[in-house]
């Protein structure tokens, strides 16, 4: 994963960071009992197959112990973390015998974790993930075991088949688990296995220093100079992605912000809005839109009419017939709208580009651009759909909404003029099936005590 990486991404990462805080939940309890039960399985019967013996205690204990440190050099992943565990793993494979070997992965993952759960940053049933995080240490292990020859004594091609056993296994493993416990599709774990690359990078040096731990264990702390800097990064990566959340989770609550303006200032508007964001998200899904589309046609939604802000009310809720020069301050709320939202920044200009065009007419006479057909922007077309569409059945300052009979002649008429055609199929389809109850707008003091409220709220922070 980059420092730019994809909404969907984003999301995980944010998940991710957010349950490492909190108890296990059903999914997750379930992926580790699972992953846990495997693990254990195939662990006995690796001991029945090929049972321990005896092992020099030392260079065990070296070898748990760093591993336990580069388990604390976590690299964040929208799954989780990557680690660079392999500078220590490799060691332990070389230094214990084989079957000992998953286990004491198990060990110094626990280990490295009870600092956190010390601290009360990490709930104690996070412990159970553990075992499931271990199940890298089982490929190797059974690639040497079946082939009944010693690490040590493996030349190149049993040592790269080993390397891939582990990366083939724990890829399997974590697949199966994220999917039970998150959901995770296979298409976006497959996006992660960039992480498999730095355990490739680290297998070398890890293989030097592993030839070198029976007859002389403390060769093992030449590794701990490198993890140390590898945190450093590690903290820096971490530190970076957390500031981007934060500014993206900014940029959005400044856009709820303004939707609750935009109704505190004109009930009606905010309440117009809303039922455009649901009818824009169902026509989405049915699109199959991208998260990142998705997400800008939702706030653009939400936020089309926020230009109106700076109209005059008595502009806005005019009874009567519009004059010309009324017309043409109507129609920069766009415009308008466009530039409060790019005033926001981040992916809140590309909602405002949005917002600006979704007045535009497939036929080309539309405002404020004259854009015509395909050049409007997607994600505006369905906006002008679904706003035409819950403008006809509300009830207006000028006029009484149409039945939904009527309504479903008028947007079906201007179908190819000033809709997008394919869009209007598909929204006659949507509403006949599932129909859009009227809404209807709040009152005129609920209107304004909501306003003090917010406004009362932006002036001083202590007040709710």
């Known amino acids: 994963m980059s420092f730019n990486p994809s909404l969907g991404e984003q999301e995980l990462l944010a998940g991710t960071i957010r349950r490492d805080g909190s108890p296990l939940n059903t999914r997750e309890i379930l992926a580790a009992g699972l992953a846990g039960t495997g693990f254990f399985m195939v662990v006995a019967g690796m001991w029945l197959v090929r049972p321990p013996h005896a092992f020099a205690i030392v260079p065990a204990a070296l070898c748990v112990t760093v591993l336990a440190l580069a388990t604390r050099v976590r690299f964040d992943t929208p799954f989780g973390f990557t680690v660079p565990t392999q500078l220590a793993f490799v060691p332990l494979l070389f230094g214990i015998p084989l079957t000992i070997v998953p286990l004491a992965v198990v060990t110094a ?11 009360g940053d990490v709930p104690p049933s996070r412990l159970l993930q553990t075992v499931g995080n271990s199940w890298f240490a089982i490929g190797p292990v059974a690639v040497f075991a079946l082939a009944n020859v010693e690490p040590w004594q493996a030349g190149t091609a049993l040592l790269l088949a080993a ?9 399997v493993a974590s697949a199966i688990r994220f999917a039970i416990a998150t959901g995770a599709t296979l298409a976006l774990q497959l996006r992660e296995t960039w992480v498999y690359l730095i355990d490739a990078a680290l297998s070398p040096i890890a293989l030097l220093v592993a030839r070198e731990v029976h007859t002389a264990p403390a060769q093992i702390l030449a590794v701990v100079p490198v993890l140390g800097l590898l945190r450093i990064f590690a903290r820096e990566r971490h530190r970076r992605l957390e500031s981007m959340l934060e500014l993206n989770n900014a ?30 998200l169902d026509l989405a899904d049915r699109l ?3 998260v990142e589309q998705r997400r800008n046609l939702e706030f653009a939604a939400l936020l089309h009419d926020v230009g109106k802000i700076a109209i005059p009310k008595h502009i806005i809720n005019k009874p009567g017939k519009l004059d010309s020069n009324e017309w043409t301050i109507i129609k920069t709320h766009t415009l308008e709208g466009q530039k409060m939202l790019e005033r ?4 809140m200009g590309e909602v405002g580009l949005i917002v600006r065009s979704h007045h535009e007419r497939w036929d080309g006479r539309g405002y404020p651009d004259g854009l ?25 300052s000028y006029r009484k909404a149409l039945s939904h009979e009527a309504a479903l002649e008028e947007l079906a008429a201007n179908k190819g003029s000033q809709l997008d055609p394919r869009l209007v199929e598909m929204l006659l389809q949507l509403v006949q099936s599932t129909g859009v109850p009227k809404i209807a707008a709040p009152r005129p003091r609920e209107q304004q005590s909501r306003l003090q409220r917010l406004a009362r709220s932006i002036s001083d922070p202590q007040v709710t």
């Open 344 to 347: 926001v920044g981040g992916f």
């Open 372 to 396: 015509a057909g395909e050049e409007i922007p997607l994600e505006s077309r369905i906006i002008a759909c679904c706003d035409t569409w819950n403008a006809m059945r509300t009830d207006r």
């Open 288 to 290: 199959e839109l991208t």
């Open 109 to 119: 993952l626990a280990i490295a974790r009870l600092p956190d759960i010390l601290a």
């Open 163 to 171: 390397l891939a056993a582990e990366f083939v296994i724990d890829f």
């Open 251 to 280: 940029y959005r609550g400044t856009a709820l912000v303004l939707g609750d303006v935009l109704e505190a200032d004109d009930g009606y508007t905010g309440e117009h809005c809303k039922t455009v964001v649901a009818l824009a």
